[in-house]
C-alpha cells in the first residue's frame, strides 16, 4: 500500500491551477494539502493554458512536503484523460474525480493513471485518487467508490452540486447536507478511507465556519476543503488533539496494556471507565498527535 494514503489532511486549499500567483507559493500557509484545479475555476477556452501552468508548478515548485492533489475536468469531457497525463508527468501525488457516482468511474481513472505512469517513468503506485461526491446517487454509491480502488485515500463532498440535485441550496445551518455527510463518513469507515467536507464559502462569517468545522469534527471527518488560508488556523486548531486529550490516550493506552498483561479487563482512568474497546481511539489520538507535531511522548 501506498504509505501516503494515511497522511494527514486536515485542510485542503483549493488553487486555481492556471494562476501563478495562487499556486508558487501556497505552502507557507501550512495547510496538508493542496488542489490544484482544472475544473471549475478554469475557463473552457483555458484548459490547455491551465496544463501547462499545472506541469511546470509540479516540476519546479517545491511544496515542502504539501501534498499536491489535481482536480481534473470530469469524465463526461474531453479533457480529462490530457488532465491525468500532464498531472502524473509532473508528478502529483493524487487525482480527484468530480461527480463520482460509480466505482467504474474510479476504475476508469485508475487505468489512465496506470498508463499514464508507465509512460513517463512514474513508479507504478505512486499516484493516488480522491473521489467527489457531489450528487443524490453519488451518495447513495458511496461504499462502492470507497471500495473501488487501493489507491483510493477518500472521498470528498461537494455541497453546492450536492444540494441543486437534491432540489435545496446551502442555508447555513447544515441541514441540507446531514444526510450526505452521515453516509459518507459511515461509508468512508466502512472501507477505511478518509473522508473530507465540503468548503464554507462564507469568510466574513469565521463564527459559522469555526461551528461547522467543530460539527464535522464531531461527525467524524478526518478535515474539510477550504478556499482561503484565513480558514487554516481554525481547521487545524479543531482537528488537532489537546494536550488534555493526548495526556487521557497515553494514560488509556499504557493502562490498557499492562492491565491486559494481568487478565483485567475493565478499570478506571481518571474516573471513567475504561476497557479494550477505548484502546484503538486512544492509539488514534496519539497517532494524529504525532502527525499534527504536538506529541512529545514516548508511545
Known amino acids: 500500500m501506498n504509505p501516503n494514503k494515511k497522511r494527514l489532511r486536515r485542510t485542503m486549499m ?16 501550512k495547510p496538508d494539502s493542496i488542489m490544484l484545479d482544472l475544473e471549475d475555476a478554469v475557463a473552457e477556452n483555458q484548459k490547455d ?31 480529462w484523460k490530457e488532465d ?6 509532473g508528478g502529483c501525488d493524487a487525482i ?14 485508475e487505468a489512465e493513471i496506470i498508463a499514464a505512469e508507465k509512460d513517463f517513468d512514474i513508479p507504478v503506485g505512486r499516484t493516488l485518487i480522491m473521489a467527489a461526491i457531489e450528487s443524490a446517487r453519488g451518495v447513495m454509491k458511496a461504499l462502492d467508490v470507497c471500495e473501488a ?11 453546492g452540486d450536492y444540494t441543486k440535485d437534491l432540489q435545496t441550496h446551502i442555508t447555513g445551518t447544515g441541514v441540507e447536507l446531514m444526510g450526505a455527510r452521515q453516509n459518507m463518513i459511515i461509508a468512508a469507515r466502512a472501507a477505511k478511507v478518509q473522508c ?9 462569517d469565521m463564527e459559522g465556519f469555526r461551528k461547522e468545522v467543530e460539527t464535522i469534527h464531531l461527525m ?34 499504557k493502562e490498557i496494556d499492562e492491565k491486559k498483561e494481568k487478565g483485567i479487563g475493565v478499570f478506571t482512568v481518571d474516573g471513567k471507565m475504561i476497557d479494550i474497546a477505548f484502546y484503538d481511539g486512544a492509539k488514534r489520538t496519539i497517532e494524529l498527535a504525532k502527525a499534527s507535531g504536538v506529541y512529545k511522548g514516548d508511545l
Request: include cysteine.
Open 220 to 253: 467524524g471527518f478526518d478535515g474539510k476543503s477550504i478556499i482561503n488560508p484565513r480558514q487554516i488556523p481554525v481547521v487545524h486548531e479543531i482537528f488537532t488533539p489537546t494536550q488534555k486529550d493526548i495526556i487521557f490516550a497515553e494514560k488509556v493506552v
Open 84 to 89: 491525468i497525463r500532464c498531472a502524473v508527468a
Open 149 to 159: 480502488s487501493e489507491r483510493l485515500f477518500g472521498i470528498a463532498l461537494s455541497g
Open 49 to 79: 493554458a491551465a496544463r501547462f501552468s499545472l506541469y511546470h508548478a509540479l516540476k519546479e515548485i517545491d511544496y515542502r512536503g504539501c501534498e499536491r492533489v489535481v482536480r481534473i475536468n470530469g469524465l463526461d469531457t474531453e479533457y
Open 96 to 109: 480527484r474525480i468530480p461527480k463520482t457516482e460509480r466505482p467504474e468511474e474510479v476504475l476508469l481513472v
Open 196 to 204: 473530507f467536507d465540503t468548503v464554507f464559502t462564507n469568510l466574513d
Open 14 to 29: 483549493f488553487l486555481n491551477a492556471q494562476k501563478p500567483g495562487l499556486v508558487k507559493d501556497p505552502y507557507i500557509y
